[in-house]
């Protein structure tokens, strides 16, 4: 039996997959002392983490996978065959990108299914941890039972939770942990499997596949509904006076609401909430249910990243026709190059197109941020400083720490040649911006 196999020996496990999620998990599951290889056919990428070269920027990652190489518990590879050898748990971590008619592409998952059905031994577990619609589940076992009718395993759904930038606390202390299965001995081996975290008083919550499967779409969909639903009320502040900061302290400190996510800003972006709206919409439709709520959000937030750059054509007086414009932060948020989604993506195109000049800089996204921009018309610059430089006026559109704080106010107030400021994550106090006669124009906050 699997879970007798576990008993008191270090459990082997193998992650298909080192993009953002296979990558965190499966250095994190090191860290947690299981023995951990990590599989991707990409070869330059296996070549490069095995000289600890990290292909995403995640705070602590590249410091977290040195540490447990170097300690045997964490190894990468080509082999998917020999990774799947001996491990109790297979996690599928690949990617599941939008399919082009709002669902999720599964391609990917079930090529790994097939894998699988002639690698992995008797008693496996195989485990989703991308996130995949409802139903994935059934798909892999049925295609691992088609494949090789002989072979015993399970399927289990154990969805993620990280949060890019953040996504090493998110594993080593998370709210929860959710996993999703049918069977009794896969629930077992996924107890072991956690039990780091549960000794440390983690709920490890139990449901079948399909629930496991849904959550994380409900999960991220309602988290993406509070930011919908707090830019709306912050467009109602602009409109009558009223201050979002205040109104979202007042109404997050009620228990039953929570203010977690309800910072506005200028859309949510990334590679999760559109994405995964998306296709919750899409499953809902494949159901003959209407998701209208969720139909809502995905409008609401695909308005508004265009509307933001009206906002900034307003702030620089209506015209922004051969203006010099630093926009400040491309990343989707703080802490992570990922460019996905972005805001950035869609104001700055709009701004391009009204005939402004864009000086662009972003402390980690530049090289992706050229991949998604149109390169010849903006002009890239090394620090903010450069960007400011005789510009006209400032955006900020991702909230990196080094926008937060006095000195970037003093070159805000010295480098341009008129000192406004379009400040799209709400960075700053009327106060602090108002003793430098910085015109200052924020979300849900009447103009200084
Ligand atoms: C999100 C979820 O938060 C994770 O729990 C989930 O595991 C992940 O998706 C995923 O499915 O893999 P992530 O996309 O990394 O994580 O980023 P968040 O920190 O949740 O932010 C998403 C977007 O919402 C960003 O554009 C951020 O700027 C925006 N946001 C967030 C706001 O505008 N206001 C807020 O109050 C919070």
Not at 92 to 103: E, W
Not at 286 to 307: L, P
Request: a negative charge; hydrophobic letters at 40%; charged letters at 25%.
């Amino acid at each position: 039996m699997a879970h007798e196999r576990i008993k008191g020996l270090s459990m082997k496990i193998a992650v298909i997959g080192t993009g953002y999620v296979g990558l965190v998990s499966g250095t994190c599951f090191a860290e947690l002392g299981l023995d951990v290889v990590c599989v991707d056919k990409d070869k330059q990428k296996i070549k490069d983490l095995d000289h600890n070269i990290v292909p995403i920027f995640e705070p602590g990652l590249d410091v977290l996978i040195k540490k447990n190489v170097e300690a045997s518990r964490l190894s990468f590879t080509t082999d998917l065959k020999h990774a799947v050898s001996g491990a109790e748990v297979v996690f599928i971590a690949v990617g599941t990108p939008p399919d082009g008619h709002g669902g999720a592409d599964l391609t990917y998952v079930h090529n790994v299914a097939r894998e699988l059905a002639a690698t992995i031994d008797d008693e496996t577990v195989v485990v989703t941890k991308s996130t995949v619609p409802v139903g994935t589940g059934e798909q892999i076992q049925s295609i691992i039972s088609k494949e090789n009718p002989k072979l015993k395993f399970y399927v289990a759904s154990n969805p993620e939770f990280l949060r890019e930038g953040c996504a090493i606390e998110d594993f080593l202390k998370p709210d929860r942990v959710l996993v999703g299965t049918e069977a009794s001995e896969a629930r077992s081996v996924m107890e072991a499997l956690y039990r780091p975290l549960s000794d440390r008083n983690v709920f490890v919550i139990h449901t079948d596949i399909k629930t496991a499967e849904l959550t994380k779409y409900a999960a991220n969909a309602y988290l993406a509904t509070k930011i919908g639903f707090i830019n709306e009320i912050a467009d109602i502040c602009e409109a009558s006076g009223a201050n979002i900061e205040d109104l979202s302290r007042a109404m997050g400190i009620d228990h039953r609401i929570g203010a977690n996510y309800l910072k506005p800003g200028p859309g949510f972006g990334g590679s999760c909430f559109p994405k995964d709206t998306l296709a919750l919409r899409k499953m809902s439709d494949d159901y003959n249910r209407h998701a209208n709520i969720v139909d809502a959000v995905i409008r609401s937030n695909d308005q508004r990243k265009i509307a933001m750059a009206s906002k900034i054509i307003q702030a620089c007086g209506g015209d922004v026709k051969g203006k010099n414009l630093a926009i400040l932060g491309l990343a989707f948020k703080a802490n992570t190059d990922d460019m996905r989604e972005s805001a950035s993506v869609y104001i700055i195109p709009e701004l391009i197109k009204n005939g402004a000049k864009i000086n662009a800089y972003d402390p980690q996204a530049m090289q992706q941020a050229k991949a998604l921009l149109p390169q010849k018309e903006i002009i890239w610059h090394d620090s903010a400083k450069d960007a400011l430089k005789g510009g006209d006026a400032a955006v900020i559109i991702t909230e990196w720490e080094e926008f937060a704080d006095n000195g970037f106010l003093n070159d805000v107030t010295t480098l341009l040649k008129t000192p406004i400021l379009v400040d799209l994550r709400n960075l700053y106090t009327h106060d602090r911006v108002q003793r430098r006669g910085i015109a200052y124009h924020s979300i849900g906050r009447k103009p200084v």
